[in-house]
């Protein structure tokens, strides 16, 4: 009988990647994140020892945040910040790392310094 190669765990995660844009990869890796946290709370829930289920808890918060932000630096936005003007996803606008965005005239009044951030406000892709 031939004897099957198994494909590490850690490679066929990183074959999900590749090839994708960074905010994708980036919404990819929060729904990773968040099914993390579940199969955390599986765990916990099953967890008879407290200081366990506590651990597992704890981790399964810190998936949930980490999904979050990369929920949060992943998802463009559809107006300016400051004065609210539309911006469908092709309109020229400058945005931070955390998808901070604003039209390009309030990003230039900004000298293109996120003002929530303090991070550089680039034309968004």
């Not at 031939?2 to 850690?10: N, T, V």
């Not at 929060?30 to 099953?46: T, V």
């Not at 911006?87 to 604003?102: I, K, M, P």
């Not at 230039?108 to 996120?114: A, R």
Request: charged letters at 25%.
């Amino acid at each position: 009988m031939k004897e099957e190669k198994s494909i590490p765990p850690e490679q066929v995660m990183a074959s999900l990647f590749e090839g994708r844009e960074r905010l994708d990869q980036m919404a990819l890796l929060a729904r990773l994140e968040h099914g993390g946290a579940s199969i955390y709370r599986a765990w916990a829930g099953a967890e008879r020892n407290v200081k366990a289920r506590e651990a597992l808890l704890a981790a399964a918060e810190r998936e949930e945040a980490n999904a979050k932000m990369l929920r949060l630096m992943s998802t463009p936005k559809g107006e300016c910040e400051k004065c609210q003007a539309p911006l469908a996803l092709g309109a020229e606008a400058v945005s931070c790392a955390f998808q901070c965005t604003f039209c390009a005239e309030c990003g230039t009044g900004y000298n293109h310094v996120c003002p929530n951030c303090g991070g550089e406000l680039t034309r968004r892709l």
